[in-house]
């Protein structure tokens, strides 16, 4: 495969007809978009260590039969941060509704891990908190998307968004104050 | 105001944002400028500041969970090894566990399916797993759920695997049932006999909690997760300095001080959890955590302070009087911050327990320190007066066993030398613990069986310089061990520094003595040094001769080992004889229904069918094996992985009988049964699978079986490595099948590459390496290279006759045939006189040791006929 031919230049090509150009991306957007997801799952602090490969999947079949415009790398990648977090909310929606089933478990785990206060449903009030951002701040909350939920860089972000690095790194400052404080206010 | 306008929020966001610039001191007088008489703005911006810290933690990790939880759900219906994910069933800091079933047509298995996360380097994990999972596999107790394989998701990602336990775990389990202080304790003694009998096996599991000890709808306690706490550490250290407390967010609730400290883990480890998990069921309080929250304050408390006597804490007026005084002191010996201060064992825990239960006066008193002096005194005043004791009992038993009050009066002393003994083995297992301990070993991060095993080796002598019968007990045992990882020359060493010191005390013809020189000839055998291994059997044969009950258990393995020489020597009538006489015995009650002989009652037939099938007795042979998975079936049920192998071997029987339709029905419930009960990983599992694919030759079905022996190669590889003797006998099995297809040019060097393992692995002198050889000679031959052939037959015969001490050896025969047959090929005269004289040998042996109907026998006269 051709380095040289950038994502960006597929997705034109692509736009344009031809369609080896989409032989081409193919590839190249699952392994964007497993490098993109493996940042926050391969966390160097550990905890989170899974591959997200089935997760990457997931995202990537939605995005390709949304049949949504495949301008370019900012819609891309807008595109899979977005698509990245609902499946997060959506599974967590569905775990809440099995838990309250309730069922006879084996817990072989430490289920001593309460220190951090983990539960799966943060998500979900993560989820409400940037969406009641996003009606404030919509720059800065769509920020905050693509770098957590996108694992974007700085560039990358300020790219997608036409802005610089340095503003990116104010929205995101003032963004996460922001969620933290709805996430732990209560 | 929660709900600010984008307007407001523009303001607020500026305000925030200079704010954060200036020093801490400076940001009052600027706010108040700021925000003038705007008091909604001013409380924004304020309650910002507060939490304001300029690091991603938070959001990273909601998210990262969330994603987790994503990918762990995802992992439902894929395959991870040969498991079937079923659904998951729990999540934690550690990583997930599902309930997963083992992928097979005609069995279904399910196992509890750990995945591991956390950084850790799963190819040592691995390695670890690999190097322990045979001790960890001799945890067979009905109250530790077995860890049953491990190895690598698709995803790199370390997985264990362990039997699956549907139940409630302990504390919840107590509360929900209202279960009375002494239904407790009888439930947690369960726990504490299956700590015991893994610390037995030098197993430690540092990780007890009421989280790991389930108790099933039959009211049976079940200890999770044993041996998985050290293979963790093990895969954590490669260079990264983690430890698993740095590692995943845990609670420190369950640890002990030595832990805290990073100091050695030891027996007394697991005594001290379980004394925490006593302490939690008897009061529903943790006995660190009282008003303090964070995992600092309980590790402080845990280090510091002493916790309160559980009757003072516990709620409920009905127990507390019952708890008050025996149990309170029993759980407070447990919870001593000095592991020495301790219970020694689980079992001296459990038997303190026993006592307070019975009313007995416990051992646990408030000052421990008067009581162990007192104690010391005791025992070693005991000490002394043994040796005598053990002579005298000797020599009672061997003179006037019959008269019977001498026989009750031997047995209590046998009673009292055996808890005596017990409990020094105890005290002995948790010195070599420490001995091993991280400070003390170059590697920090984990002791492996191997220098544990190294530690205790080193230590028992110069400990117990004056015990030496439990010393040359614990020798013996620690050899057995090293034999288990392999470690032959370790092995012998220790064994034969066990046998010469109960020769030295006269303690040889003791069941001690006796086990010893079992295991010694046990590790000779496997060296394939079958003259040093005999008289070592026959003395033990000879002392055991008059042992009764369980320990003429003793006599029946000498004999069987003796039986199992004779037939590698070829010396068939010899060990038929043998077997015939086993079977006998164990005929006769008590034997016939002693649980100690159970493994023998369904492996003596099984093993004298195979003799008889080396004899050429067929029917005979295949009567016998049906009869041992007749009993196997009966004893252990048909899904064991002892019918299984039964049914390999019936398998094998059939084939060489001609059988080769029932032979592939066999080889194939074989392999079934194997997987079901063992787990894909299993070398036992690769076995079955090779003994298949040798069925599916015969059948001449050679692309199953091809792709059959693919996946055999593969196992042995990743469990032996490259030139272990089982990739040798795979690589000639695989040559055999090729031969068979008239492929002696892709056979020839399989087969030449079997015997360079073989004489690599045994040395060249040996019968597998003549069998290699031997085929070797085959495939020239098949090629028409006759000169070649005959040059290599001619050594490989030289070699047999050397190896068969009378020169009558099957494969002395079968040897003498091939040459023949390569020299009639050359058809010159005086080859055709040679190998008349050799036709004519191969028969005389054969109808010596072979029955009529043997192909060997039937060849060398169809032959000789053709002259």
């Known amino acids: ?186 | 105001m929660s709900n600010p306008s984008p307007e407001q929020w523009k303001k607020i966001r500026a305000v925030f944002e200079s704010a954060i610039e200036l020093p801490v001191s400076e940001r009052a007088a600027f706010l108040a400028g700021a925000c003038g008489d705007d008091r909604e703005l001013l409380a924004e911006v304020e309650s910002l500041l507060a939490i304001y810290k300029d690091d991603d933690d938070l959001v990273n990790r909601v998210v990262g969970e969330a994603a987790q939880s994503v990918t762990e759900s995802m992992r439902t219906g894929t395959m991870i090894g040969p498991y079937r994910i079923l659904e998951p069933i729990g999540e934690g800091g550690m990583g997930s566990v599902y309930l997963a079933e083992r992928q097979d047509e005609t069995f279904e298995m399910r196992v509890a399916l750990k995945v591991v996360r956390g950084g850790l380097d799963s190819r040592r994990l691995r390695e670890r797993f690999h190097e322990e999972r045979r001790i960890l596999a001799a945890l067979d107790h009905p109250n530790i759920a077995r860890v049953l394989d491990g190895g690598s998701t698709p995803d790199d990602l370390p997985y264990f695997v362990m039997e699956y336990v549907e139940g409630e775990r302990i504390d919840h389990y107590c509360e929900r049932q209202e279960l009375s202080v002494r239904e407790k304790v009888v439930l947690f003694r369960t726990i504490c006999d299956a700590v015991d009998h893994a610390h037995r096996q030098l197993i430690v599991h540092r990780d007890i909690k009421p989280a790991n000890i389930l108790v099933t709808r039959d009211g049976q306690a079940k200890l999770l997760d044993f041996g998985i706490a050290k293979l963790l550490e093990a895969g954590g250290g490669a260079g990264r300095g983690v430890t698993m407390t740095g590692m995943a967010p845990m609670t420190p609730d369950y640890a002990s001080p030595e832990q805290i400290r990073g100091e050695p883990v030891t027996t007394a480890t697991d005594v001290h959890a379980l004394g925490i998990v006593l302490y939690e069921l008897m009061t529903a309080r943790h006995p660190f955590r009282g008003e303090v929250t964070t995992a600092r304050e309980v590790e402080d408390a845990l280090l510091e302070s002493d916790p309160d006597s559980p009757s003072a804490v516990v709620s409920s007026r009905r127990s507390a009087p019952q708890i008050a005084g025996d149990l309170d002191n029993i759980i407070l010996k447990a919870l001593a911050k000095e592991p020495t201060r301790r219970y020694p064992s689980a079992a001296e825990l459990s038997a303190d327990l026993e006592r307070y239960l019975l009313g007995h006066p416990v051992a646990a008193r408030p000052s421990t320190f008067l009581y162990r002096a007192g104690k010391f005194v005791r025992r070693n005043a005991i000490g002394v007066s043994i040796a005598g004791l053990v002579a005298a009992t000797i020599l009672t038993a061997s003179v006037i066993s019959t008269a019977a009050y001498l026989r009750a009066e031997r047995s209590l002393v046998e009673a009292k030398l055996q808890r005596d003994r017990l409990e020094d083995v105890n005290d002995f297992l948790a010195a070599m613990f420490e001995a091993a301990s991280p400070k003390k070993t170059q590697s920090p991060e984990t002791i492996t069986a191997r220098e544990l095993l190294d530690a205790g080796a080193e230590r028992v002598e110069e400990e117990l310089a004056d015990r030496p019968d439990i010393a040359a007990t614990i020798q013996a045992e620690i050899g057995r061990r090293y034999f288990d990882l392999s470690l032959f020359d370790k092995a012998e060493e220790l064994q034969r520094a066990a046998v010469a010191k109960f020769r030295a005390i006269d303690g040889i013809s003791s069941p001690e003595g006796a086990k010893a020189l079992i295991y010694l000839a046990g590790t000779l055998i496997d060296l394939d040094r079958l003259d040093e291994a005999e008289p070592l059997l026959r003395e033990c044969a000879e002392i055991s001769s008059g042992y009764e009950g369980d320990q003429y258990v003793y006599q029946i393995e000498s004999s069987m080992r003796l039986a199992e020489i004779q037939k590698i020597r070829g010396e068939n009538a010899e060990a038929a004889e043998r077997y015939e006489k086993a079977l006998v015995a164990l005929s006769h009650e008590p034997v016939a229904s002693s649980p100690e002989f159970k493994t023998w009652r369904s492996s003596v037939p099984s093993d004298y069918g195979l003799l008889l099938e080396r004899m050429g007795r067929y029917e005979e042979a295949e009567a016998m094996m049906r009869r041992a998975i007749e009993i196997a079936t009966r004893e252990s049920g048909e899904e064991h992985s002892t019918v299984g192998s039964h049914c390999t071997s019936l398998a094998f029987i059939l084939g060489r009988a001609g059988k080769h339709e029932e032979r592939v029905r066999f080889a194939s419930r074989a392999l079934a049964i194997q997987e079901k009960a063992l787990g894909e990983d299993q070398i036992e599992v690769a076995f079955a699978r090779q003994n298949l694919a040798d069925a599916l030759v015969a059948t001449g079905e050679f692309d199953e079986a091809e792709d059959l022996y693919a996946k055999v190669h593969a196992s042995y590889k990743s469990a032996y490595g490259d030139r272990h003797h089982h990739v040798g006998t795979l690589l000639n099995n695989v040559a055999n099948s090729l031969l068979g297809r008239e492929k002696p040019g892709r056979a020839l060097p399989k087969f030449r590459e079997a015997a360079a393992i073989y004489a690599d692995a045994f040395g060249p002198d040996h019968q597998y390496t003549a069998i290699a050889n031997h085929n070797v000679s085959r495939s020239l031959h098949a090629l028409g290279k006759l000169a070649e052939a005959e040059e290599s037959c001619r050594a490989n015969l030289a070699t047999r006759r050397k190896l068969s001490r009378t020169g009558t050896h099957p494969d002395v025969a079968r040897s003498l045939i091939l040459l023949g047959t390569i020299l009639r090929d050359q058809g010159d005269e005086g080859d055709e006189v040679e190998a008349e004289k050799h036709f004519r040998e191969a028969l005389r042996i054969a109808e010596n040791e072979l029955s009529e109907g043997h192909p060997l026998r039937m060849q060398a006269a169809e032959l000789l006929q053709g002259h």
Do not use: C
């Open chain 1, 1 to 186: 495969m051709s380095s040289d031919r950038s994502v960006t230049n597929l997705l034109q090509a692509w736009r344009g007809g031809d369609q080896e150009a989409l032989q081409e991306l193919l590839p190249q957007v699952y392994q964007e978009l497993r490098s993109l997801a493996t940042r926050y799952f391969r966390d160097e602090r550990a905890g989170h260590t899974l591959q997200p490969t089935a997760l990457v999947h997931e995202a990537f079949m939605r995005l390709a039969s949304a049949e949504v415009a495949w301008n370019d790398r900012a819609h891309f990648f807008a595109i899979a941060a977005r698509m990245m977090r609902r499946i997060l909310v959506d599974h967590a929606r569905e775990k809440g509704a099995v838990k309250r089933g309730g069922r006879w478990m084996q817990t072989t785990l430490d289920d001593g891990v309460s220190i951090a206060g983990e539960t799966p449903e943060e998500i979900l009030e993560l989820d409400r908190a940037l969406d009641k951002f996003m009606e404030i701040d919509p720059r800065a909350g769509k920020a905050a998307e693509l770098y957590y939920f996108g694992g974007l860089t700085y560039e990358e972000t300020g790219e997608v968004l036409a802005i610089s690095p340095a503003t990116v790194d104010r929205d995101l400052r003032v963004a996460r104050t922001w969620l933290r404080r709805e996430l732990t206010d209560e």
